[in-house]
Structure formats: structure tokens, C-alpha cells
């Protein structure tokens, strides 16, 4: 890695992902709380959440395919300033709303909608680009360990969001609603100063793969299942908190939110463990995809909080190798002038397993409460099998 921190330092990449995880995590924890005083019912929630994985799916590609003919610099901090200012806004118009009753629910959720798909247009190119400006500088197996550090700093951001808005919310909505609008702001300034001026480059020594040999279209695969049982996961913890631990809503709630710390903590620790270890993407990838499906797999017979939890820590750990893994697998097997339009393709293949999961998850729930983990259990050793075979 000294050789890539002397051409491009992951300091300020990894501050700038921190605060845009930590900025929607933010968002997220604090859509319940609004919901309930707005009158918003929660599939319109859910429908708001959605929204989110929608524009990453339809424009991942777009905005990697842009990145990769005009630079890194110039998107990211386009990214990033349309992301600041659209959440900006997002949080001003939740804040007036809150301050009056002039505008309908109904009223208010359109506008969360349309506001939330501008917010997640541009934060979409983020991510992408960010991956692709460490492909440009790192190659083999380094390019796994520095992806992992960018997933260690977004894993942070999911621990520290819950945490802002609980030590805020006390206060009321506002000022953590500002809090959250102004941590873009801070990552674009810390971008915008960090990212010299001509770092969009191609690599000394390429490794292109091009044709009939051109595989990125696999790790996609691996990348949409692998987020389409996170999200099942997601969607799912709350009812099955209810129902299988027999708790109140209250306390289902709370429940939730401690498994969902403890996924941002499997996720931190992961990706540190693959960051000083290394190693063969795919090796990662079906390890990761094994523990997963062991994790998710022992939820089935969950009867405790504490078993509840160690079981998503372990389905999460066994993901935060998978991510960065295939991440890096794909770009591998693809041109450096490639590496924007790769990024955008898993990306977007994660998007459209974030909008398919609470879908697939809430219509299994109905018919049968361990229905979901059963099959992302099988699901995930499937993908480890499939894995082993491409090692």
C-alpha cells in the first residue's frame, strides 16, 4: 500500500464516505420518528427508503460510464455538491413541514419523494466514483485492502448515524435534521481540497480483459443477491423481533436497532480483518458468502435477543467480505479506462437488490416467519458454491 498512498492518500476518501454514510443513516433513523408526526403511514416510508436503491440502480452506471471519459475530480465533487444541496433541501422542506400544518401527508410525502430521488441521483455517482479513483491507483491484491478501508469508514457511519441522532433528538427533529444536511457539505470541502487537480489517470501496468473474456457481469450477480438478502434482512428484523421474541413494539424497536448496530460493527471489523490479511478476492468472496449463510441461518431458531444478534453480527461479518471482495473482482477483469462503468455496474446491480429485497422479504414474512432467512440462507450458499468454482 505505500506506493498508493504516495500517489493518492485514503484519508480524505475515507472521511468523505464516513460522512456520507453517516449523513444517510442519519436520514434513515430519523424517518420513523418523522413519519409518526407527519401522519405518513409506513409503506409510504418504506416507499421514501425505496426510493434510494431506485436511483442507484437506474443511474450507477451512468454516472461510472461519465466518470470514466471526464475524471474522478470533476464528478465527485459534482456528486457531492448536488448531494449536499439536495439533502439541504430535503431537511429544510421536513423542517418546515414539521413547523406547520398548512401541507398535507400526502402533500408531504410526494415532496419527500421527489426530494430523496434527487438526493439519491446524485449521491449515486459517489460511491462509484470513489471506487473508481482507487482502481485507477491500485492494483492486485491492494486494490481489495483500500476498497475494504472505504467500506470500514461507510460501516462507521452506520454505527455513528443511530448515535448522532440519538444524542440530538432530544432536542427535537430540527437539529438533527440540520446535523445531517450539514455533513455533505463538510465531505465535498474535504474532496474539494484533498483531490489535486489531474488524478485521473491509467494504470503502468493494465490489466485488461476485454471480449468474450470480460466477466464483471458475474460479480454484479454476486453483488445483487448479496444485497438483495441484506435488504430481505433489513425489512424483516423488526416483524421478527415482534413475533418470534414475542416483544412489544417498543421494545421490538429497540431490538432492531441494536442488531442493526451490531451488523454496522461486523461490517467495521470485517473489512479491517480483509484490509491487513488480503488475499484473492474470490477466496473472500466464498468464505464470506459461507458465513453469511451460517449467520442468516442460525436467525431461524432464534429464540433470544442475544442469539438474534449473533447471528446477523456473523451474516454481516461474512458480507463485509463479500462487498469489497467483488468490487474488486470485477474491476480486475476489466480495463483502467473501464473501472468507472464496472463501479457503475455493481452499484447498480446493489440498487436494484436494495429496491427488489423489501419486496421479495415483506411477501415471504406473510406467508411464513422464518420463510425470509431461509432463503437467504440458501441463497448465500449458493453464491459461496458458485464462488469456489470461479477460484
Not at 470514466?68 to 421536513?94: E, H, T
Not at 427533529?173 to 465531505?187: M, Q, R
Not at 476485454?210 to 430481505?232: D, E, K, Q, W
Not at 421490538?252 to 473489512?271: C, D, E, P, R, Y
Request: net charge positive; charged share 10%; aromatic share 8%.
Amino acid at each position: 500500500m505505500k506506493a498508493f498512498e504516495r500517489t493518492l492518500d485514503m484519508r480524505p476518501l475515507m472521511l468523505e464516505t464516513f460522512l456520507c454514510s453517516l449523513a444517510m443513516m442519519s436520514f434513515m433513523a430519523l424517518l420513523g420518528p418523522i413519519a409518526r408526526k407527519l401522519a405518513i403511514s409506513a409503506w409510504q416510508a418504506g416507499a421514501v427508503m425505496s426510493v434510494g436503491g431506485l436511483t442507484l440502480a437506474l443511474f450507477a452506471r451512468s454516472w461510472g460510464r461519465i466518470s470514466d471519459r471526464v475524471g474522478r475530480r470533476k464528478i465527485l465533487l459534482l456528486a457531492l455538491g448536488g448531494f449536499a444541496c439536495s439533502n439541504l433541501a430535503l431537511s429544510g422542506f421536513l423542517v418546515s413541514a414539521l413547523d406547520q400544518t398548512a401541507i398535507s401527508a400526502f402533500g408531504v410525502w410526494l415532496g419527500l419523494l421527489v426530494l430523496k430521488a434527487v438526493s439519491g441521483g446524485f449521491y449515486a455517482a459517489i460511491p462509484v466514483a470513489s471506487a473508481a479513483l482507487v482502481a485507477e491507483h491500485v492494483q492486485g491484491e491492494d486494490r481489495g485492502k483500500a476498497l475494504a478501508g472505504l467500506g470500514a469508514a461507510s460501516g462507521l457511519g452506520m454505527i455513528a448515524g443511530p448515535g448522532l441522532i440519538a444524542s440530538t433528538a432530544n432536542q427535537g427533529l430540527t437539529l438533527p435534521l440540520l446535523l445531517s444536511a450539514a455533513l455533505p457539505f463538510v465531505a465535498w470541502l474535504v474532496m474539494w481540497r484533498a483531490l489535486p487537480q489531474g488524478l485521473h489517470v491509467k494504470f503502468k501496468h493494465q490489466e485488461q480483459v476485454t471480449g468474450r473474456n470480460c466477466h464483471f457481469y458475474g460479480p454484479a450477480g454476486v453483488a445483487f443477491v448479496s444485497m438483495l438478502c441484506v435488504s430481505i434482512a433489513q425489512v424483516t428484523v423488526g416483524f421478527y423481533a415482534l413475533d418470534r421474541l414475542h416483544l412489544t413494539v417498543e421494545a421490538a424497536s429497540v431490538a432492531a436497532g441494536i442488531v442493526l448496530t451490531m451488523v454496522g460493527l461486523a461490517l467495521v471489523v470485517a473489512q479491517i480483518i480483509l484490509r491487513r490479511l488480503g488475499g484473492v478476492p474470490q477466496r473472500w468472496m466464498t468464505w464470506g458468502s459461507a458465513v453469511s449463510a451460517l449467520g442468516f441461518a442460525s436467525v431461524i431458531y432464534a429464540d433470544r435477543l442475544w442469539l438474534m444478534g449473533v447471528g446477523y453480527f456473523f451474516a454481516a461479518l461474512g458480507m463485509g467480505w463479500i462487498f469489497p471482495s467483488v468490487l474488486a473482482w470485477a474491476m480486475h477483469t476489466s480495463s483502467a479506462a473501464q473501472q468507472g462503468l464496472v463501479a457503475g455496474t455493481v452499484s447498480a446491480a446493489q440498487g436494484l437488490g436494495i429496491v427488489v429485497g423489501p419486496i421479495v422479504g415483506a411477501s415471504i414474512y406473510g406467508l411464513s416467519m422464518q420463510g425470509p432467512y431461509v432463503l437467504i440462507a440458501l441463497l448465500m450458499a449458493a453464491t459461496g458454491l458458485w464462488c469456489l468454482t470461479r477460484r
